[in-house]
C-alpha cells in the first residue's frame, strides 16, 4: 500500500502528465483515472499526499493541484476524519499560511489557501470560527503576506452567504450567518485596521521610491477592500458606518489604484433595503453619508467634463460609470435620502440629467435606469423591476426594496418642464445605432451611439425599448411637453428633406423618430378613458398640435421609395389618434392610397425591387392604422374596398399587396364583431375559392411525383397558389375571437363559438394538403434523385437560414421573403433571381404557412377534426416523415403536431393521435439515437439537411448539423411536455392531492385504462405503438449533452411518475422505477444538466419516495451505484421518514446521490461555487497611479490625514 511520499510524487508525476499535451492521449487519460482514484481512495493517503504537494519545493502547478485536493477532501469527505483528526487538520490549516507561502506567492496559490481555510471553517462551524478569530488578528499584523491572506479568508467566508450554494442546507446557512454576525464587531474593525495601516503605509512607501514595498501594501488594501464589499453587501448599515468602512472607503476614492474596488462598496451599500426595526434612523443617517460623499465625487467628474473632455481617459469614465450606477441604486432604492432637502433633490436629478444627456453611452444607460424607476406607474411596478433587473443588478431591489409611492412623488415635484424637455431632446436622437460602416466618430457627432461593442448592456432592441418605455412615461404624465418636442422634432427633418442628398445617416435619423412619434402618440390615446387630458384646454392644445403635424405629414410629395415608406409609418403613427378624432380618417386613408399609386411596380424591371418593397409596407401601414384606429375606420370600409376593387381591375394592385390590404380589412372587421367578420371573409375568399377548388390544376401538378416540376414552370401561377395559401393564413391569424381560442379539446366554451373560419375549412383544406403532401415527396426516394437539377439545388437550405443557425443576426434578410414591421410575412420580388432561388423560397413560404393554416385551424377545435377526414390529414403529415430533413421535422411538430394534440377532441384521440405520433416519435427515436450517437462517439453529427457546396467551410456546416439536431431534439421533447398538459391530464391526481407519502393499497389503484379518457398520457402509455419510442427517447434524452432538451422532457417525466404512482399498472411502474430512476441519476452526471439538477432530483425523490414501498426496483438501483452501502441508504430510509418536507426530502436525496456516486455528478458539483475568491476585479495598473491629494505631516493619522 502506498504512503503519503509515494503518493504525492505519483501524484505529481500524473498532474504533470495531464498538462503534457505532447503526451499520448492514453497517458493523459491513465494520469486522470489515477488522479481520481486517490481523491476517492484512503483519506488519510490523501490528507498526507496533498499537504506534501503544497510544500514550497514543488512547482506551482504542482502545489495549486495540491491544494485543490485538500478543498476537495475537507468538503466532500470531512465527516470520514475523526473530531480530533478534524481539530487536528484545522490547526494544521492555519499554520500553512505561514509555511508555505512566501512573500512573492502568486496570487493563486494565496487564494486557495484563503479559500481552503475558509472551507474548513464552514464544515467545522462556527465554533472553530471563534476559536480562530484572535489568531487572525494577531496574524494579520505579523507581516505583510499574513495580512493578504487574512484579508483574503474574511473575503472568502461570508460567500456562502451571499452566493446561493445547495452544499449548506437552510440550519447550516442560519448558523454561519448567525456566527459571522456576532463576531463582525472584531471582523468590521479588523477590515478597517487593514485598510487604514497599510494604506498609510502604501503612500508613505510610494513617497520615498520604495516600489515593491508600497505594491504589497497596496495588495493588502485591494484584499481587504475585496473583503469589505463582501460583508457590505449583508452586513447591516449602521455597523459598515459605526467602525468606519464608510468613512474609509469614501476617502479612498480620489486614489486611482483603489477607487474601483471603493465604488463597489458603495454599489453594494446603495441597493440595500431600509430596515423597518429601531436601526431605520441609523441606516438612514449613513446612506444620507453615502449619498454626500458620491454627490461630491460625481460633480467633481461633471465639471472635467464641462470644462475639459479630452483630458479625461477611458479609466476616468469606467470610474464615473462605476460612481453613476451607485447613484441610481441610491435614487431607486433609498430615494428617502434625496428628501432630505429641496437643494439635495434638485442637485441630484440635475447630475442624473447630466449623466443622461452626457456624451458616453455607458454613463447614459445607467442614468436611463434611474429615471425609468422614478418614472414608472405603481401598476407596472413589478414588470418593469424584472424587466430592468435583468441587466444591471444596481436596480435589483427595485421590486421589493423601492422607493414608496409618496417618495417618488415628492421627487417627481421637483422635475420640472425643463428637464422632462431635455430628456425627451436626448431619447429621440439617441433611438439610432451606430452604424459600423460609419468608421470613427467625427467631430461633428454629438453622441456615442449604441454598438455592438459594447459589453453588459443587453442588446440594442432592448436598451431602444427602454428608450420608448420613458418617452413613453413622460408622454403619459406630461403630454403636452412631449406632443410639442416630437412634432419640432419631425418638422426639423420633414421639412426640407431631400432624398438626392441625404446620407444613410441621415435617413437613419428619420426612421428612428418614427418609434418616438408612435410611442407618444399611443400614450398620449391609448384608448383609456383617461388616456387624453380631461382639461379642456389641455385636450383642445394636444389636438391642434397633432392635427397641425398630420397636415403636414400629408402635404409631403415624397414619391421616392425609402421616404415613402418613411412617410407611411409617419402617418401609420397616428392609428390611436384616429380612434379620438376620426375626421381625419379618410384624408390619411387616400394619402396611404397616394404614396402606393405613386411607387411603379412593374415584375419584369429588376431595378424596381425598392419599389415594389415600399408598396408592400405601405399596405403593411393599413394594418397597422386599421389595428390602432379601432372602429374609426368602419365608415370608411366600403371607400376602400372600391378602391381596391377598381386598382385591382386596373392591374396596378399586385397579389401579395392586395393580400395585405385583405388583411387589414378583417382587421378592421374585427372590432365590428363575429358577423361583420363573416361578410368579409365572404367578400375576400370568395374569388380564390373559384380557383383553389378547381380539379384542373390539382390534377395537372398534385397528381403524380413530379407534377410540382410543371407547377415549378409555371411561374405565375406557382406564385399564385403561394399567394392563396398565404392569404389563408392570415385570414386565420386575423378573424375570430382570440378568447375563444385559449379553451383547449372539449371545452363548454368552445362548443358555443364558432369561428368565422370554420364554414370554409371544407374546401380550404383537401387541396392544401395534396399541394404539401407533393411538397414533403420532393424529399423520398426515387423522386429525390429523379428530379431536375434546379429543383433538386432548390431544395438546399438557404443562405438566411443558414446564417440564423449560425447565429449570424446581422445578416440582411432574403429580398425573396422579408418581414413588414408588424410581422407580416411579405413577398418583395422574385424577379432578377436565380430560377433556383425562385423555386426555393416558394417551397419554404408553401411550407411555412400550409402548416400554419393547419396548425392555427386546428385551434378552432371541433369543426375543424370534424369537417376533413384523419386518414387524409395523416397520410400528408406523415407518409414521408422518414425522408423530412430535421429542419423541416421540427417545423412540422412544432406548427402542426403540436396544435393538433392540444385540440384534438378525446373521441378522435384514437383515429388522430395514434396514427400520428406513432410513425413521428419511431422516426425521431431512430434518427436522434443514431445522430447523437454520431455526435457523442465520433465527433460528427450526421443530419439528412442539405446545405449546398460549402467546401472549405465544414466547421460552419459541423456547427450548423449540431444546432440542428439539438433543435430537433428540443422540439420532439416539448412535444412529450405538451402530452403532460395539466388541461390534457385532467383526471391525473397532484403530488398535493397524493399526500406527503402515497401509502395506496394495491385494490384501491386505478386500472390504466380508466386515465385513458382524460389523460392524453395514460393514453399515450396505452397504446405501445407510439409509447414505446416515447419513452425511448424520455430514458436517452438524459445521456445526451442538452441540458434545454432535459429541462423540457422534466414535465412529461412527471406526468409519468404520478401516473405510476397511481395506478396498477406493473410495466409502467417497473419503467419509471428502475430504467427512468436509473436515466434521471445518469442525468445528473452531464454538466449541461446542472441548470436543472434541482428538478432532476425532484423526481428522484418523487419515484424513491412514491414507489420504494410498492417496487424494490428503486433500493436495487441506488444499491447498484458504486460507493454506496446498505448503512448508507437505511440511513436514508431514516432521514426521509423524519420529514415531509420535499425540501429537505430532495436536500436528502441530493446528498445520498452525491456520495453513492463518489461525486461523481457533475451537474450537482457545477453548482458548487468554485475554489476562487470571486468579486475580485482583475485590473493591470501602475503603482505611479496613486496620485491623490498629497498627505501633510500635520499630526493627523490613518484615513483622517485624507479627508
Known sequence: ???????????????????????????????????????SGDIHILANASLLLVQKDWSSEIRLHGFKLLQHLVRFRWDEFSISERKEFANFTIKLITEVVGPHEEWALKSQIAALVAEVVRREGVTLWHELLPSMVSLSNKGLIEAELVAMILRWLPEDITVHNEDLEGDRRRVLLRGLTE????????????????????????????MDLAKQHAAIVTSALNAVNAYAEWAPVPDLAKHGLIHGCGSLLPYNEFRLHACEFFKFVCQRKRPLDATAHEFDSAMTTIFQILINVSRDFLNKCNSNTGALDESEYEFAECICESMVALGSSNMQCLLVDGNITSQFLQQMLEYYQHYKIALHFQSLLFWLVLLREPSAKAKSSAQISGDNSSVCNVGFGGPTEKEKKRVLASITDEIFSSILDISFQRMLKKNNTTGPKTSGESFELWSNELEGKSDFSQYRSRLLELIRLIASQKPFIAATKVSQRIDTLTRNANYISMSPQELAIMESIQLGLETVVSAIFDGSPESVSSDPETKFQLHRIFEALLQQLLSLKWTEPTLAVILGHYLDAFGPYLRHYPDSVASLVNK?????????????????????????????????????????????????????????????????????????FLVMASSAGIQQQQEVLAWLLEPLSKMWTQLEWQNAYLSDPFGLARLCSDVQFMWSIYHTVTFF?????????????????????????????????????PPLLRLLRSVHSLWSEPIAQALTGELKAAKSMSSVEQSSLLGETNIKLSKVHSASSDGSSVDTSREGDSKETDIRNWLKGIRDSGYNVIGMSATIGDSFFRCIQGSSMILTLVENVQSMEFRHLRQLIHLVLVPLVKYCPVDLWEEWLVNLLYPVFLHCQQALTHSWSSLLHEGCTKVPDTFGNHSGLELKVEMMEEKLLRDLTREVCSLLSVLALPSLNSNLPSLEQLGPINRAEAPLLKDLESFASNSVTGFLVMHKGPALPALRITIEVFTWTDGEAVTKIVPFCGALILLAISTNDLELREFVAKDLFFAVIQGLALESNAIISADLVGLCREIYVYLSDRSPAPRQVLLSLPHITKDDLLSFDDALSKTSSPKEQKQHMRSLLVLATGNKLKALAAQKSTNVITNVTARTRSLATISGPSVEDDGVIGLAAIT
Open 183 to 210: 463576531s463582525l464587531t472584531e471582523i468590521l474593525p479588523l477590515l478597517y485596521s487593514l485598510l487604514e495601516k497599510h494604506f498609510v503605509a502604501a503612500l508613505s512607501e510610494y513617497s520615498r521610491q520604495k
Open 1 to 39: 500500500m502506498e504512503d503519503g511520499n509515494t503518493t504525492a510524487t505519483n501524484v505529481a508525476r500524473a498532474i504533470a502528465a495531464t498538462m503534457d499535451w505532447s503526451s499520448p492521449p492514453d497517458a493523459r487519460k491513465a494520469a486522470v483515472a489515477y488522479l481520481e482514484s486517490v481523491k
Open 729 to 765: 393564413e392570415k385570414a386565420l391569424k386575423r378573424s375570430g375571437s382570440k378568447k375563444a381560442n385559449m379553451n383547449l379539446q372539449g371545452s363548454p366554451a368552445q362548443s358555443t363559438y364558432v369561428h368565422p373560419v370554420s364554414h370554409h375549412l371544407s374546401w380550404m383544406l
Open 592 to 664: 396611404l392610397f397616394e404614396l402606393l399609386t405613386s411607387l411603379p411596380f412593374n415584375l419584369q424591371d429588376p431595378s424596381l425591387n425598392n419599389a415594389r418593397h415600399a408598396r408592400l409596407q405601405i399596405c403593411s401601414s393599413f394594418i397597422r392604422v386599421s389595428r390602432a384606429a379601432d372602429k374609426s375606420l368602419l365608415p370608411h370600409m366600403k371607400g376602400i374596398a372600391d378602391t381596391m376593387s377598381y386598382l385591382q381591375g386596373e392591374g396596378r394592385l399586385l397579389r401579395g399587396e392586395h393580400n395585405l390590404l385583405g388583411e387589414a
